[in-house]
């Protein structure tokens, strides 16, 4: 099998971005682009070159009822989920291309995939930024231990400073003695816990900027369509206020040698 380019891999993680919009739309579901996703539609109207990931964000009400919708119809992709996928150990969803294959040489894969784009649910977190830091604290170690869970084995991070490499050391070794499909029950009970429509403060809590996810739940609640890759596609009406939280000044480039990819697989055709 001949090894797929990025910009392959960014074309199929394109029609499925599309495949799913269209489903959003024609059912009423509220969804945004996020993280990365979302800054290069605002800085680039695109994916950020270097960059082969997709990532959405939606409501827990209108995440709940997407992976109904993709349990219950025929459609282009396949979903994976916890509760839907045997040895998959993420808190948020995927939909991947089954005519595409992926190997990992970091992660675990376990369980059917390809390439694909990551659903995530924004959760209702409470009344005060208070009470938010302490919902989002509740689970914080059961969520790093469970992302431990996945990697076959320790490599250096990425992304991460190197003073955090003796803590996700600590987090693989105690992944290595974890119930994930406990750790998943426990972490989403409290996820589940406060309704979001009701919620002063909302974040995605599977993400991976920490704290820096727990914002204000108006921000959630608005949308806008903006440009990626000459299509429109929803994103929160806010996204200024989400993405000086995640990046500062998010319209400066980053040094060259922090311009690389987030994922660590190897895809192909099938």
Request: charged share 30%; with cysteine.
């Amino acid at each position: 099998m001949e090894e797929l380019k990025l910009n392959e891999i960014q074309d199929i993680e394109l029609n499925l971005l599309i495949g799913f919009d269209r489903i959003c739309r024609e059912n009423g579901f509220r969804y945004s682009l996020g993280g990365g996703t979302l800054l290069g539609g605002i800085r680039h109207k695109g994916f950020i070159p270097w960059d082969d990931d997709v990532d959405v964000m939606m409501p827990r009400p209108d995440y709940e009822n997407f992976i109904r919708y993709a349990r219950e119809h025929q459609t282009v992709f396949r979903l994976i989920s916890y509760e839907d996928t045997p040895k998959y150990t993420g808190l948020f969803a995927k939909i991947f291309d089954p005519s595409t294959k992926i190997e990992d040489e970091v992660n675990t894969t376990d369980y059917p995939t390809g390439i694909y784009i990551d659903v995530f649910p924004l959760d209702g977190l409470g009344m005060t930024e208070k009470e938010a830091v302490k919902r989002f604290r509740k689970t914080s170690f059961k969520r790093e231990v469970l992302n431990a869970v996945s990697w076959k084995k320790f490599t250096r991070s990425k992304t991460h400073s190197i003073l955090l490499e003796p803590v996700r050391l600590a987090m693989f070794l105690l992944s290595r003695m974890a119930n994930p499909e406990k750790l998943l029950e426990k972490i989403d009970a409290v996820n589940r816990g406060f309704d979001f429509e009701k919620s002063g403060y909302a974040g995605c809590v599977c993400g991976c900027y920490r704290e820096k996810e727990i914002m204000k739940t108006d921000v959630f609640r608005n949308f806008v369509t903006v440009e990626f890759e000459g299509r429109d596609f929803m994103a929160i009406r806010d996204y200024d206020d989400y993405l000086k939280m995640h990046y500062g000044d998010y319209m400066l480039l980053p040094p060259e040698e922090k311009r690389q990819t987030h994922h660590t697989y190897k895809a192909y055709r099938v």
